[in-house]
């Protein structure tokens, strides 16, 4: 019995020796182990892909199609023989698809010209915190536009090239807060033909749009587009627009004031003919529905 006894403390003992290093080696181990925050993309810095008119600095997620109501009416101080602008009305329709989380592309249509327009939108490095964190999201965006309406003189030389105008732009934005977003855009607008030969074919503009959170759901938004040329007196302006995003669940309703008419790059920065100084205004609305359409493996 005092042998067993004697064994069995023996055996103990060197159990008690082999598992005090084992342990040691795990509390060096939880010591060592990186406790770094994983990397994060922000999201929602926008609830739109869309500010208001030009493209904000959000993206959509991979296999997702945004289908897109653009609305605008006619200009309010028209008045009452007009319904003050309710009788008129501008549209484009879309259609976005997210292809990764950085890469985006969409196509449109708008009675406004009956133009024909797509583009491209990657962001090479988007505004992240936790690990290797960066303090904004830089996007480029390229697209081209086609007017599809008929000649005016079908006598003349006429090439579908004619028809063709192009935009690259980079976005520059920040979510500051849950509260307060803001980018700039810097734009160039290339029109392949244009009416008068005094005017230029590159037109070269500054976007600045942000997004102020006002509850939950709602947000006040903006954008303005500073043109640096093209700009006639009396006849073309900067175009601006303000307005209301509206949360509804799968929905984002955008009501909005512009003066812009044309509801793409080409159009709105080139081509806004109204004044806010003589309240050439127009009230407008977009209406964005999110559609999963395929699955996306993490």
Known sequence: MKQLLMNGSAILLLCLIYLKPFAQDNDLLNLVEDKTPKKEIVKNAFKSIRVIN??????????????????????????????????QASMRLGFDF??????????????????????????????STGSHAFP????????????????????????????????????IGRKFSEGLT??????????????????????????????????????FTWDYFYLFNGIEKNTNYNPLSVGVDIETGGHVFQLHVSNAVGMNERAFITETTSSWENFD??????????????????
Not at 184 to 212: C, E, I, K, M, W
Not at 281 to 298: A, D
């Open 54 to 87: 030009g493209h904000s600095m959000e993206f959509l997620s991979p296999g997702t199609m945004d289908f897109r109501i653009l609305h605008r009416f006619g200009q309010l101080n028209q008045g009452s023989k007009n319904f003050f602008g309710l009788d």
């Open 98 to 127: 997210g292809i990764l989380q950085n890469l985006q592309v969409g196509v449109g249509r708008s009675t406004f010209k009956k133009e024909l327009d797509g583009y491209i939108k990657y962001a090479p490095i988007r505004q």
């Open 136 to 171: 904004a999201t830089i996007a480029f965006v390229a697209g081209i536009t086609m007017n599809t309406m008929d000649f005016a003189d079908p006598a003349m030389g006429n090439y579908a090239s004619n028809r063709m105008a192009y935009y690259f732009q980079s976005i």
């Open 182 to 219: 803001l980018q700039f855009s810097p734009t160039l607008v290339h029109n392949n033909l244009v009416p008068y030969t005094y005017q230029p074919n590159d037109v070269y503009a500054l976007g600045f749009g942000g997004r102020v959170k006002m509850s939950k759901r709602m947000a």
């Open 281 to 298: 205004i127009r009230m407008g609305f977009n209406l964005s529905r999110i559609f999963q359409i395929k699955k996306h493996k993490k």
